[in-house]
């Protein structure tokens, strides 16, 4: 059983767009990120949910909206899309806040065209 | 907050050379330390941690010692693979911390 999945894998699309990404744990872990990967491998967090509150909220565009319906799902929902958002993007969790002890799924790539 | 500086890569080595990857951290009070490895097309897992001074964290060959007068967290492995290629992260912990993981340093190991 994989602990934290993320689908789609791979994701091309065109500018302008709305698209989003899935992301389901099976860890019963309350803490839920979502974190951007560009090309250089720099890992930054977007975004940080505890128990289906939003905790983190980096300096992220509001085209970018997480949602998580069950402390198990944290969704990333991303309208207009654009060139730079082009990246990797990955979900993680950990049993709660405090630790870095993540867990991650194995990413999203998304291409912009 | 918390957070590492981590030596710049990449790091380049041949086959069973020795690694050494530089982490040194600034926290207030004492932060469990992390490894975490991101092999190419994956994402990161943990490697090893230690959760105390003193405390070596080990694992497929990889060790880093918390050293609370130094304040670093440095990796090594004795002899590197071809399939440690990879990048590597180091991230304290603690408090209401988020796990911040920077830019990593990438490792590639030559045949």
């Known amino acids: 059983d994989t602990a934290v999945s993320q689908t789609p894998k791979y994701l091309v699309t065109q500018m302008g767009n709305d698209k989003s990404i899935k992301c389901e744990q099976n860890?019963?872990?309350?803490?839920m990120y979502w974190y951007k990967q560009d090309s250089k491998k720099f890992l930054k967090i977007m975004f940080s949910?505890?128990?289906?509150?939003?905790?983190i909220n980096e300096t992220v565009p509001n085209r970018f909206s997480p949602k998580s319906p069950d402390k198990a799902h944290l969704n990333l929902h991303i309208n207009s899309l654009e060139l730079g958002d082009s990246a990797v993007y990955f979900c993680a969790s950990s049993l709660n806040m405090g630790t870095a002890e993540a867990f991650f799924g194995q990413g999203t790539r998304l291409t912009v065209v | 907050g918390n957070s590492v500086t981590q030596m710049e890569g990449p790091v380049t080595l041949s086959e069973e050379a020795f690694l050494t990857i530089n982490c040194t951290y600034t926290?207030?009070?004492?932060?469990?330390l992390f490894w975490y490895v991101q092999y190419p097309g994956e994402g990161l897992q943990l490697l090893l941690k230690a959760t105390k001074a003193d405390d070596k964290g080990s694992n497929k060959g990889f060790e880093a010692t918390y050293r609370k007068e130094t304040t670093s967290f440095h990796l090594e492995k004795g002899s590197v693979q071809v399939s440690d290629s990879a990048v590597y992260f180091c991230?304290?912990?603690?408090?209401?911390?988020?796990?911040?993981f920077g830019r990593g340093t990438s490792l590639i190991v030559h045949p």
């Open positions: 926290a207030t009070g004492y932060p469990s």
């Open positions: 991230v304290p912990s603690g408090g209401s911390y988020i796990p911040t």
């Open positions: 860890l019963g872990h309350d803490t």
């Open positions: 949910y505890n128990n289906k509150e939003l905790i």
